[in-house]
């Protein structure tokens, strides 16, 4: 994230391509197109700098070795209005947005949309093994690619914490990782819920989407719970359909 014609680099963080009626978004934090705690309104950085572009790292090639490039994106339209779609009940409660990329045919990048990614339709449990993919302290696992950090869900997924559709999970996350999607991985003998003309369990791997990072509870250390916040996976769906663009304008913030 950076704002001023300087260019000056604010922080940096994870995103992840959302695709849903043939359009494509960038799914991140509010706290990260904002640079503002979504709760307390505060500057989460020491300089009080808000973002107005982001810099994204995408794959230009893939064969017969990968390519990388950096792409600008606009988080303003030509009126200085914030141009990312925030949730239409909650709105920046729910620490997600999404952003509609608008490209044409010359344009480079690749984009691999996660929810055209083949996912196993199981239940989420307590307790299950999920991972973060995300660039925690900006360390990438190899090119451009993520670390995968592991966790597990610890509060009852069916159950929206505080009112909000988030849960907690067990994970010694850090910073860079705000955006990130988190997968949940069993693996073992998994039971079918709804048969569907299906056998009665399966063995092996499964896999699913289960939402958004957007950071950890921080108490007086960030060792005390080492609790990390998952928006649920149907928030995008919410945001993008609600079409609800966000309030804030540049060097002016208005809160509904």
């Known amino acids: 994230m950076y704002f001023n014609e300087k260019r000056q680099n604010l922080a940096s963080g994870t995103g992840f391509i959302y695709e849903r009626n043939k359009k494509l978004y960038l799914v991140t934090n509010w706290h990260n197109v904002t640079g503002l705690n979504p709760i307390t309104k505060e500057h989460l950085g020491n300089n009080g700098g808000i973002p107005d572009v982001i810099v994204l ?79 925690p302290y900006k360390i990438k696992g190899g090119g451009q690619f993520p670390i995968w950090k592991k966790g597990s869900i610890a509060t009852e997924p069916d159950i929206d914490f505080e009112g909000l559709p988030k849960m907690f999970i067990d994970t010694a996350s850090r910073p860079g990782m705000s955006g990130s999607p988190v997968i949940f991985r069993r693996t073992g003998i998994h039971k079918f819920t709804n048969k569907q003309n299906k056998p009665d369990f399966i063995l092996g791997r499964i896999q699913g989407f289960v939402g958004i990072y957007s950071g950890r509870v921080i108490g007086k250390t960030e060792l005390d719970a080492q609790l990390g916040i998952v928006w649920k996976k149907e928030v995008i769906d919410e945001i993008i359909d609600g079409n609800t663009k966000d309030k804030k304008t540049f060097g002016n913030t208005v809160y509904n």
């Open 57 to 135: 790292t995408l794959q230009t090639q893939k064969k017969p070795y990968i390519k990388w490039k950096n792409f600008t994106f606009n988080l303003y339209d030509e009126n200085e209005n914030a141009d990312w779609y925030v949730h239409p009940k909650h709105k920046e409660l729910v620490d997600v947005v999404a952003i509609e990329i608008e490209i044409d045919e010359s344009f480079e990048g690749i984009f691999q949309p996660i929810n055209n990614v083949k996912f196993d339709d199981f239940k989420l449990e307590i307790s299950d093994d999920v991972f973060i993919l995300g660039f």
